[in-house]
């Protein structure tokens, strides 16, 4: 049991992603049907209200003033769904705010389950569509009053994220999104990524424009921009992210091939150096492809990590399936394949030409290939 008192930060036995707190009795109730229905969710509620079956269901009990809580749930849950009203949770939340990019979702749910609100993070946090999903495990209404949600236009902060769609900077996000749901004249400028960006049933708003290049958007009067590519922008063409945001797609395949024992240190270079040189950003790269002979390569295995990429490696068999310029017959006496960064680019990212056929830097090859728009 949690006894909570002032100036102490409880240690909560956390197992999910989601916490449910409940402090009434009919809160109780609604907390143990969603906690036994709700994946990688903690349920906590008062011990006065102890139903004897709190240990085999991992229910935490807490005595105290839920207040004392929250700051160990912040700092832990991605998601805090709280059976208390509206007003109280904005009076005890308002203490913990640090950042819409850092603070966890948070939703409130009425005390008859009837309404569920997203309060906090709706966005970046995940309230609303927890919300949603949290409304649907209750048969409740759910109540999202974020703007583009609402109005179903683009959310700004979200922009291509369900593909892993990374924006550049926030400093241009509030006055973007302000654009976009006062139905200004907005711009978007798509060169790279998924184009099923839009996930309404209803058309495009015609005050949002689409082009695929920053100079011919640059040419339109328009008062806000949402730019997508890899490239980095020559300095005339940043001039569209006066009031603009960028967005960097994962769209860049890496095939390499190394000798054995070569550093993270120098692959890392070797891809730094050559992005710079072709105008590419690193943030856009998806993958890093080789030879299965290469799988257990700890420089490949840690460059993949640091970044979060994919490490990707083929057969000599499925490498020899890829047509390239100039297969080697040295490279095949040792691998079994006739090349190894071009075709393992190539076949990742399903492009049928390379952004950089092969550069050979020290002990590493590098091919790079951009999946086709």
């Not at 906090?120 to 995940?126: A, F, Q, V």
């Not at 070569?262 to 943030?283: A, C, H, M, Q, Y």
């Not at 393992?344 to 550069?359: D, E, F, R, T």
Request: net charge negative; charged share 25%; proline share 4%.
């Amino acid at each position: 049991m949690l006894a909570l008192a002032e100036g102490t930060c409880p240690e909560i036995n956390q197992n999910g992603e989601y916490a449910i707190v409940a402090i009434t009795k009919h809160g109780v109730d609604v907390a143990r049907k969603l906690g036994s229905t709700f994946q990688q969710a903690d349920v906590y509620y008062m011990s006065k209200f102890e139903r004897g079956d709190e240990e085999e269901k991992q229910v935490q009990l807490f005595e105290g003033s839920v207040r004392l809580l929250l700051p160990s749930l912040f700092q832990s849950y991605k998601g805090i769904i709280l059976i208390i009203s509206l007003g109280a949770v904005v009076r005890m939340i308002a203490p913990l705010l640090k950042d819409k990019k850092t603070d966890p979702g948070v939703v409130v749910i009425d005390d008859k389950a009837e309404h569920v609100i997203s309060v906090l993070s709706g966005h970046i946090g995940g309230a609303n569509e927890l919300t949603k999903e949290v409304a649907a495990a209750l048969n409740a209404r759910p109540i999202i009053t974020t703007a583009s949600d609402v109005q179903k236009t683009i959310p700004v902060d979200l922009f291509g994220k369900r593909f892993g769609w990374t924006w550049e900077s926030a400093e241009k996000l509030t006055p973007v999104s302000a654009s976009v749901v006062n139905e200004e004249r907005v711009v978007v400028v798509q060169e790279s990524g998924e184009r099923e960006w839009w996930h309404y049933n209803s058309p495009v708003p015609p005050t949002i424009k689409t082009y695929s290049t920053v100079r011919e958007a640059l040419s339109v009067e328009h008062d806000a921009a949402l730019v997508v590519t890899h490239r980095m922008l020559t300095e005339e063409e940043e001039l569209i992210l006066r009031n603009g945001v960028l967005y960097r797609p994962k769209v860049i395949a890496i095939g390499m091939g190394c000798n054995r024992g070569t550093s993270s240190d120098e692959i890392e270079t070797v891809i730094s150096e050559t992005l710079n040189e072709l105008g590419f950003s690193i943030k856009s790269v998806k993958a890093l492809c080789t030879i299965d002979l290469k799988k257990d390569e700890q420089g490949l295995i840690d460059v993949t990590n640091k970044y979060s990429w994919d490490f990707v490696t083929y057969t000599p068999e499925q490498l020899n399936e890829v047509e390239i310029k100039k297969p080697s017959e040295t490279v095949f006496t040792y691998t079994g394949a006739y090349g190894v960064s071009e075709p393992a680019a190539m076949l990742y990212s399903g492009a049928g030409s390379l952004a950089l056929v092969k550069k050979k830097s020290g002990n590493v090859t590098i091919s790079v290939a951009v999946t086709p728009f």
